[in-house]
């Protein structure tokens, strides 16, 4: 994530050291009680590239920015593709993180209910899982190392809590579970559901237009418990992503008694389970599906212009989180003193258009939301507004915490791969925005497509070989004025992160 | 609005009183102060359709629910066609308003500056403004009534006010005026354009991608003001439009001292102006563009279930609001006691999906977002988001108000009409949600696209005539198990109003 946090120059100060301590910069990151504590993870790269020492040393090379991929004997799932290089400079490390990993899902049995958090026993069995996870970190790669080992571990554990409810996908999970887990329905309950189910059978009979009058729900207990709303099997996975991204935050923020953790990360994770495609992102990475030539996203963007009226709103309801440093309203651009009592334009978290509005003294503070595209922060810090850490992060040279600002709560989007046929070409691509700010969605999905199409089917390597292609588009070569794609324009400077994911064969995988 | 709100039995108990005062029935809105106070306006049907004191009270059957439409000698623009009719009982009077004009924007003269809320001198010089509304009221007629009398002239007032950065399209509006409404630079402002435009030709020679630092905003008083926000004219009338809005809100808190305003309204303003056409929308109401039998969406609903994350943030945010009553967690049907310390499906306002958690003392409140479809209500009582009025809305038996939970700012979509070519049977359909919860978008297109290719083109009677054809097929007819669609499903039971507006011709008009 290019320069997405002012301040935080680079990570370490003394070189690479992967097993050793690194110390976040601290001009943003006033970690304070994390000096000398050891980190949670070492630094590294994937474990899936299998790098040796003399590689991962060879991989932080700003200058030839060296591609890493895949080997041909890599055991990933699904002929899976992947291909990452480090940023032009940025930062001494290559703050992106990813992981894939084959799980399985298990109810927690009486006997071991599962530990949480365990490592891999290699017992296959209970629901099979797949997962892909794409991590930008910013100031510090901490955060996105922790996820990266521990996210879809999380995610399994809570997956698990419910397994007993997702085996039966028709069956929509009972509303009220007892302690052990088995549906909970008490004797009032029984004759409102009754009644419930009979109140439905006449409004059906009645046609939907029914204009019928409901009694009174607040001040009426007898029926007080008619309603039910029916809750799908797939809300249910999609309340375990949010929760277990929100766990992941909590955790960081727990550990960080113990370990450094630094900095933060954007986190995008996809989770194939039950013949269905889960995408979970918070922040700006990036999914689409790409079939028959055609772009599905499978993912929406987090950054202060896309979520200005949520924080906007939030610096309204409560402006104590601005420290008296910052307006909620935005401006065009900064306002000088001298222009009090003009009339400037302005918005607030309720519009979308402009109005001139008098300056008064207050409109002086600096805007909560500055800077347009990808220069665009909230309080002049951050350029992304969802994601995993940055507990410590504050304003440059003041005490103003910008957590609260930051959501850790990804959009899921659900994509239904046994609905679908897939060809051996049509894949999913993640990336971290170091891909995405260069290449738009349809170049990406023209390349791929081309790529395919001129490769063995057969060939275990095909996928990778995409995600070198797409990465290489959006690096570009180095000529004498900087990186450089063919059409002479600037490539990204960025870390960048690239998987791609063959979806054909896996419809009817459950 | 049928049973929008609840409790509100009737908005008159003696009958229609077209002159007199009339008085809410209290229950949801407890007016207090408003007690022998004369109305802003006396009730009645909108002044286009001319009715007669007889009409107007033969308007009112519910038993045959009598449709009104245009005269043929009509004189509203653009042979806009509009029908309406009565609710099946469910309040005395027609709580729907509408209201088109045609009004001419100009600039604030010194010598007479326009006075807020002018009647039309008929003066028709200025920029020319073509203007539809439809109101929706609940509880009462009285926000509906004002609104459909002074929504459309504070748009025409707060137009003028900027009517001198409107004429010139491809000229963004200056970011800064001084107090006579001409642009203003400060001296050190006008360095840092010029430092600005220096920036961005480097910027642009660099290419998008660039990647180069930029210095620190905050910190950095020499290149604090480096950055300015293009804004563009069409914004400007976007931020018009949202501003008028709200301002039309706060007058119906204001003049509530002096007048009854009963209830609340949603409201749809369509404003076309200088080629382009602005749909504004706070509420259930809805339009759509039919061209070429497509259909074109030109708004997005604002109900409990459409905006319930935006109102758990509020009510999570400022727990104070829910009065000790109501919880701002969502759970799929109401929770008894004996279920304490059970499991239950829950959701808050950062997550879409569902999950379990454990059932505490707390949960046990009445859920702030509750029910389903057209029966979800705020606080078991609203079932919109967004309007105008309702400032004395309290939930029933208590004196928690549900205004801060209600949002009077519209989305506005704007469609470019230069940009596009149409025939006379493209036309804008507004209407109120009567008119929406029994024909879908699609029907609605092929009816008015069957309707009018089979209407002589030069009839002026022809767009009304499709908009009582619309209505007809959600009204349906009385038979013994009340009003019926042909297709002997429940028609309607709501009142409706409907605006069929066509589009050829008006291209090219500024």
Redesign the interface.
């Given at each position: 994530m290019?320069?997405k946090v002012?301040?935080a120059m680079s990570t370490l100060v003394g070189g690479m050291i992967p097993h050793g301590h690194h110390h976040p910069s601290g001009t943003g990151q006033n970690s304070g009680s994390s000096e000398g504590l050891p980190p949670r993870f070492p630094y590294g790269r994937p474990d899936f590239l299998d790098l040796t020492p003399e590689l991962l040393q060879y991989s932080t090379e700003h200058a030839s920015r060296p591609v890493l991929m895949l080997r041909r004997d890599s055991r990933l799932p699904w002929r899976t593709g992947y291909a990452e290089v480090i940023n032009?400079g940025?930062s001494m490390l290559n703050e992106d993180q990813a992981s894939c990993e084959k799980l399985f899902v298990k109810k927690p049995s009486g006997k071991h209910r599962s530990a949480p958090l365990q490592e891999d026993t290699g017992d296959a069995t209970g629901i099979p899982l797949h997962f892909w996870g794409v991590y930008d970190g910013h100031a510090g790669s901490g955060a996105a190392i922790a996820a990266s080992k521990l996210l879809h571990r999380l995610i399994r554990d809570r997956l698990g809590?419910?397994a007993h409810l997702l085996e039966h996908p028709a069956c929509p999970?009972p509303?009220?579970?007892?302690?052990n887990g088995s549906p909970?329905q008490?004797?009032?309950?029984k004759k409102a559901a009754a009644a419930a189910a009979a109140a439905a059978a006449v409004a059906q009979q009645?046609?939907?237009?029914?204009?019928a009058?409901?009694p009174?729900?607040?001040?009426d207990p007898t029926i007080?418990?008619h309603?039910?709303?029916?809750?799908s099997v797939e809300?249910?996975?999609?309340?375990?992503?949010?929760?277990a991204f929100?766990q992941m935050d909590e955790l960081i923020e727990k550990e960080k008694a113990s370990y450094t953790i630094s900095g933060g990360c954007c986190a995008l994770a996809a989770v194939q389970m039950l013949g269905k495609l889960y995408v979970a992102n918070a922040g700006d990475s990036r999914a689409i599906i790409i079939r028959n030539d055609e772009v599905i996203p499978m993912s929406n963007e987090f950054t202060p212009e896309s979520e200005r009226q949520r924080l906007q709103?939030?610096g309204f309801?409560?402006p104590e989180l601005l420290g008296n440093e910052f307006t909620h309203m935005e401006?065009?651009?900064?306002i000088?003193h001298?222009?009090l009592?003009?009339?400037?334009?302005f918005?607030d978290h309720?519009?979308?258009?402009?109005?001139?509005r008098t300056i008064v003294e207050d409109d002086l503070k600096?805007p909560l939301i500055?800077?347009?595209g990808k220069?665009a922060?909230v309080m002049?810090t951050i350029g992304v507004t969802r994601g995993l850490g940055d507990h410590d992060l504050k304003?440059?040279?003041s005490n103003i915490h910008i957590k609260p600002f930051l959501?850790c709560?990804p959009?899921?989007k659900v994509y239904d791969l046994s609905e679908n046929k897939h060809g051996p070409d049509d894949v999913l691509v993640m990336g971290t925005d170091g891909l995405w700010?260069?290449t738009t969605d349809q170049e990406v999905a023209d390349a791929v497509s081309t790529f395919l199409s001129g490769c063995d089917p057969s060939d275990p390597m095909r996928y990778t070989l995409a995600a070198q292609d797409l990465l290489m588009r959006s690096r570009g070569v180095l000529k004498e004025r900087?990186w450089r794609?063919p059409s002479?324009?600037?490539?990204?400077?960025?870390d960048i992160t690239v998987f791609v994911i063959p979806l054909a064969g896996h419809e009817g995988e459950t």
């Open positions: 290019i320069s002012k301040n032009a940025k809590e419910v999970p509303i009220c579970l007892a302690k909970y008490a004797t009032e309950s009645q046609g939907e237009g029914a204009a009058e409901e009174d729900a607040i001040s007080r418990y309603m039910e709303k029916v809750v809300s249910l996975v999609m309340g375990v992503l949010e929760n929100r709103y939030l309801l409560r401006f065009p651009r900064r000088q001298s222009e009592g003009q009339k400037m334009l918005r309720s519009m979308t258009g402009w109005a001139y600096f500055y800077g347009e220069k922060r002049a304003v440059y040279n959501s709560c959009e899921v700010d260069v900087g794609l002479d324009r600037l490539g990204s400077g960025d």
